[in-house]
């Protein structure tokens, strides 16, 4: 047998010179070189042998590669290596056309079903939830203008502003989402919750896109108005307003700080009243500085869609934080939502999920927070950038493993992958009967990050909806 060894040493170093210079002009041939490094996210391949013993590479082993970091020419990217695009795709219009489907004429979407037809599902509504779903409708709609999608849209906002929008008690330039106990099925009193007020002024804006003149300006700067009263000199706010007692501040809600600052810069965008963006700046510096002693951050998706549009125009607000703080902040939460993920990385059927217990809008929030900070990432840490790509990708995957594909509910997702106990007694109870829950904002966060994710991936190459 023919061997290296054999050779002389001057023969060996032809040789070796030799092969050098044929690898040298491939890699200058490629611009790369095809051989997955360390920091690669491709997956060993899973395509089952043929009847001669070889593998045939699956259509999303023949992807092209892209590359990434620019200025970094040996790292690559292999971007559907562990999505298929058109599966994706699949997904997404599934789940569109979910939403589509639970909208009745009135414009009110059937807020909860069980894919268990046995179990018993109590009455109820929420009606931020509904200015949410529009939220994600609107993105499957800018994504694919179908008019059954435009449908939808138009009767949901009309249903919000008609059943929801109305104005403060003397005070009629302060217009609120009002969450009424006749709607909601509850036993609460009417309330104006400022997370409403956010998502309504996203929702309404959104609608902007769609049908111009839908709102008036008026009304948006209403809502908005109202986001500033509920405002303290410090950036932060009261979560809720009741008609006999004013702001409330007996409770304090993690998200929405977040859903207003975002709902203050689409308005912005199509408004350029320096109050909206000094509001939302000071809104966001407040969730900086009041964690920045913490241990740890909180997962806030919101804050995070609220960052990439803000981070832009920094340089036009004053702020109590440097840019440089704010930044460090998104990175801190960033890094958290990842770390959240990582325990499950092993367990074949919790990978790429972020909790125990196989919840998925756990899940579907973290990853709309943390493609919108992909955006920040890619300039100001491309190397975390690299690893929440890889985050978001398993992520996504989870996602499309739990998504119903058959059946009444097809295109719905569930509140767990299944039902996984957790040792605790009482929440096991509360999950045991919730896991086949398929709710409005269970698929409307997924369906965000599913379009948020195909953007990402598609950004470079061609358009796989079709």
Same mark, same amino acid.
């Given at each position: 047998m023919?061997?290296?060894?054999?050779?002389?040493?001057?023969?060996?170093?032809?040789?070796?010179?030799?092969?050098?210079?044929?690898?040298?002009?491939?890699?200058?041939?490629?611009?790369?070189?095809?051989?997955?490094?360390?920091?690669?996210?491709?997956?060993?391949?899973?395509?089952?042998?043929?009847?001669?013993?070889?593998?045939?590479?699956?259509?999303?082993?023949?992807?092209?590669?892209?590359?990434?970091?620019p200025?970094?020419?040996?790292?690559?990217?292999?971007?559907?290596?562990?999505?298929?695009?058109?599966?994706?795709?699949?997904?997404?219009?599934?789940?569109?056309?979910?939403?589509?489907?639970?909208?009745?004429?009135?414009?009110?979407?059937?807020?909860?079903v069980h894919?268990?037809?046995?179990?018993k599902?109590?009455?109820?509504?929420?009606?931020?939830?509904?200015?949410?779903?529009?939220?994600?409708?609107?993105?499957?709609?800018?994504?694919?203008?179908?008019?059954?999608?435009?449908?939808?849209?138009l009767?949901?906002?009309t249903?919000? /502003?008609?059943?929801?929008?109305?104005?403060?008690?003397?005070?009629?330039?302060?217009?609120?989402?009002?969450?009424?106990?006749?709607?909601?099925?509850?036993?609460?009193?009417?309330?104006?919750?400022l997370?409403?007020?956010?998502?309504?002024?996203?929702?309404l804006?959104?609608?902007?896109?769609? /049908?111009?003149g839908?709102?008036?300006?008026?009304?948006?700067?209403?809502?908005?108005?109202?986001?500033?009263?509920?405002?303290?000199?410090?950036?932060?706010?009261?979560?809720?307003?009741?008609?006999?007692?004013?702001?409330?501040?007996?409770?304090?809600?993690?998200?929405?700080?977040?859903?207003?600052?975002?709902?203050?810069?689409?308005l912005?965008?199509?408004?350029?009243d320096?109050?909206?963006?000094?509001?939302?700046?000071?809104a966001?510096s407040?969730?900086?500085?009041?964690?920045?002693?913490?241990?740890?951050?909180?997962?806030?998706?919101?804050?995070?869609?609220a960052?990439?549009?803000?981070?832009?125009?920094?340089?036009?607000?004053?702020t109590?934080?440097?840019?440089?703080?704010?930044?460090?902040?998104?990175?801190?939460?960033?890094?958290?939502?990842?770390?959240? /993920?990582?325990?499950?990385?092993?367990?074949?059927?919790?990978?790429?999920?972020?909790?125990?217990?196989?919840?998925?809008?756990?899940?579907?929030?973290?990853?709309?927070?943390?493609?919108?900070?992909?955006?920040?990432?890619?300039?100001?840490?491309?190397?975390?950038? /690299?690893?929440?790509?890889?985050?978001?990708?398993?992520?996504?995957?989870?996602?499309?493993?739990?998504?119903?594909?058959?059946?009444?509910?097809?295109?719905?997702?569930?509140?767990?992958?299944?039902?996984?106990?957790?040792?605790?007694?009482?929440?096991?109870?509360?999950?045991r009967r919730?896991?086949?829950?398929i709710?409005?904002?269970?698929?409307?966060?997924?369906?965000?990050?599913?379009?948020?994710?195909?953007?990402?991936?598609?950004?470079?190459?061609?358009?796989?909806?079709?």
């Amino acid at each position: 047998m023919f061997s290296l060894q054999a050779l002389p040493l001057d023969v060996m170093s032809h040789h070796s010179i030799i092969k050098s210079l044929i690898v040298a002009i491939l890699v200058a041939h490629f611009g790369c070189t095809r051989s997955p490094d360390a920091t690669s996210t491709v997956a060993p391949s899973s395509d089952p042998p043929t009847k001669n013993g070889k593998r045939e590479q699956s259509p999303r082993a023949q992807q092209p590669l892209r590359i990434v970091a620019p200025g970094d020419a040996t790292r690559i990217q292999w971007s559907t290596a562990l999505v298929d695009p058109q599966q994706l795709a699949k997904a997404i219009r599934l789940a569109t056309t979910y939403l589509e489907g639970v909208c009745d004429e009135s414009g009110q979407f059937t807020y909860c079903v069980h894919v268990d037809p046995t179990r018993k599902i109590n009455p109820e509504y929420n009606i931020l939830r509904h200015a949410g779903t529009l939220y994600a409708l609107q993105m499957a709609y800018e994504r694919s203008p179908e008019e059954s999608t435009r449908r939808v849209l138009l009767r949901a906002a009309t249903f919000l /502003q008609d059943r929801a929008v109305a104005p403060l008690d003397g005070k009629p330039h302060l217009l609120a989402v009002w969450s009424r106990p006749e709607l909601n099925h509850s036993d609460q009193p009417a309330q104006a919750k400022l997370g409403g007020a956010g998502l309504g002024l996203v929702a309404l804006g959104g609608m902007e896109q769609i /049908q111009p003149g839908f709102s008036r300006l008026t009304e948006r700067r209403g809502l908005a108005s109202f986001i500033c009263f509920m405002q303290r000199d410090d950036g932060s706010f009261y979560s809720k307003y009741f008609p006999n007692t004013g702001p409330d501040a007996t409770w304090t809600s993690l998200y929405y700080p977040g859903e207003a600052a975002l709902g203050l810069l689409n308005l912005y965008a199509q408004d350029p009243d320096e109050r909206w963006l000094h509001a939302a700046a000071a809104a966001m510096s407040f969730l900086a500085s009041s964690q920045q002693q913490s241990p740890s951050v909180r997962p806030d998706h919101w804050m995070l869609l609220a960052a990439s549009k803000l981070v832009p125009l920094f340089e036009r607000c004053e702020t109590r934080v440097t840019r440089t703080e704010l930044i460090q902040h998104i990175h801190r939460t960033c890094k958290r939502m990842a770390d959240d /993920q990582r325990p499950f990385l092993s367990k074949p059927l919790l990978r790429g999920c972020f909790v125990e217990d196989g919840r998925t809008t756990p899940t579907s929030i973290r990853l709309e927070g943390l493609i919108a900070a992909l955006e920040i990432l890619d300039e100001e840490d491309p190397r975390l950038g /690299q690893r929440i790509e890889k985050v978001v990708t398993y992520g996504i995957q989870f996602l499309l493993r739990c998504q119903v594909r058959e059946g009444r509910y097809r295109g719905g997702i569930p509140c767990a992958i299944r039902f996984i106990p957790t040792g605790d007694e009482e929440d096991d109870i509360e999950l045991r009967r919730r896991a086949g829950e398929i709710r409005i904002d269970y698929v409307q966060h997924a369906l965000s990050a599913m379009i948020q994710y195909e953007q990402r991936i598609t950004r470079h190459r061609g358009n796989p909806r079709r």
